[in-house]
């Protein structure tokens, strides 16, 4: 798997392990992220290219991609890890608190997706996003998260569209939970993981390997045929209902 990769939300969960599979196999890497001091440390141990941003400014995203773009003498692939959560019923969000959903899963992915698509438009490549399956079943208190992500996948399906012409695949991984550091206060009562674990037909909340391993086969272009697709890493959460229930 040649080429030249960018990734957004490097120093995530699911976007470090990105990272981590595609170095050594691709021909240059580099990584952004807002925390700067994780960020450089992370790029010193892949030897790769080290670009702090913060996303949700769209200036600094086109200078980032396009001088990612001129230092790597190319661009094949971004791949768009970012993200929060938050988990509270309509009535219950303040407006800031939706506005800060809306700006991180949202907006900055728009304006990544602008950049990257200026920068790859005479070359094509590959852009991959992450929306939830909580866009796609709906879930008690997702309203924010689940409005946010399901604009991902509007975008995700109608920027797949317009540059499929141009050779750029745009497409999505819609995860169940994943165990990651936003997850955590979740997780870590044991009450609720046993709940979120059996929401999950599978029987288990994901790795950021089930979710990397999508991202990555995604931004290969030996799937070149394939755009404009949301594709489910959820343990059958969107799509299936768990033993008992049906």
Not at 17 to 20: G, L
Not at 59 to 67: E, I, P
Not at 202 to 213: S, T, W
């Given at each position: 798997m040649k080429g030249k990769y960018l990734i957004f939300g490097a120093t995530g969960g699911v976007g470090g392990?990105?990272?981590?599979q595609l170095v050594g196999r691709v021909g240059a890497l580099a990584?952004?992220?807002?925390?700067?001091?994780k960020l450089q440390d992370m790029a010193a141990k892949m030897s790769s290219r080290c670009y702090p941003v913060d996303a949700e400014d769209w200036?600094?995203?086109?200078?980032?991609?396009?001088?990612a773009k001129a230092e790597m003498d190319g661009l094949d692939g971004v791949a768009i890890c970012i993200g929060?959560?938050?988990?509270?019923?309509?009535h219950?969000?303040?407006?800031?608190?939706?506005d800060a959903v809306m700006s991180t899963n949202l907006t900055a992915p728009f304006g990544i997706v602008r950049a990257a698509a200026k920068a790859m438009v005479s070359t094509g490549g590959s852009i991959v996003l992450v929306s939830s399956a909580a866009a796609q079943t709906g879930m008690s208190n997702h309203e924010a998260i689940g409005a946010a992500k399901a604009g991902i996948e509007g975008l995700t399906r109608s920027a797949a569209a317009s540059y499929a012409n141009r050779g750029i695949r745009v497409n999505c991984i819609a995860p169940g939970l994943v165990e990651t550091n936003l997850s955590q206060p979740i997780l870590n009562n044991?009450?609720?993981r046993e709940i979120s674990e059996r929401m999950h037909p599978?029987?288990?909340?994901?790795?950021?390997?089930?979710?990397?391993?999508a991202i990555v086969w995604l931004l290969s272009p030996t799937q070149s045929w394939i755009t404009g697709q949301v594709i489910g890493v959820d343990g059958g959460l969107a799509n299936c209902l768990p033993k008992g229930r049906a």
């Open positions: 392990e990105v990272c981590r990584v952004s992220g807002r925390n700067s001091g200036d600094a995203v086109d200078t980032t991609v396009k001088q929060s959560i938050l988990l509270k019923s309509a219950l969000t303040k407006r800031e608190e939706f044991p009450n609720t599978l029987g288990r909340v994901g790795k950021v390997e089930d979710v990397a391993n």
